[in-house]
Nanobody
């Protein structure tokens, strides 16, 4: 059972990135999934979630710039991030929100937004 997230990188302000999270060994299609991020010196915070029924939720601070989606056939969760800002710089983690797996997180993918 694992989640492998990827897609981070270094971009300039206004740039875009798409994060991916591939699940293996889980009942992905039946799980709500989420993205969190943690900036240096700060606590981990919620970015977005998506239900097993494809209903998305994105926090207000990124609502007009980030889109969460999923592909159940590929057991993959996505986070499309547009118009990135320096304050989006953080380590991004995916997680299974179903409660069936104890503390199941991806290893994290670093996003750095800087000019």
């Amino acid at each position: 059972v694992q989640l492998v997230d990827s897609g981070g990188g270094a971009v300039q302000p206004g740039g875009s990135l798409r994060l991916s999270c591939v699940a293996s060994g889980t009942d992905f299609a039946f799980s709500a999934m989420g993205w969190y991020r943690q900036a240096p010196g700060k606590e981990r915070e919620l970015v977005a979630t998506i239900s097993s029924g494809f209903r998305p939720y994105v926090v207000d601070s990124v609502k007009d710039r980030f889109t969460i989606s999923r592909d159940n056939a590929k057991a993959t969760l996505y986070l499309q991030m547009d118009n990135l800002k320096p304050e989006d710089t953080a380590m991004y983690y995916c997680t299974d929100l179903s409660g069936r797996y104890r503390d199941l997180w991806g290893h994290g993918t670093q996003v750095t937004v800087s000019s």
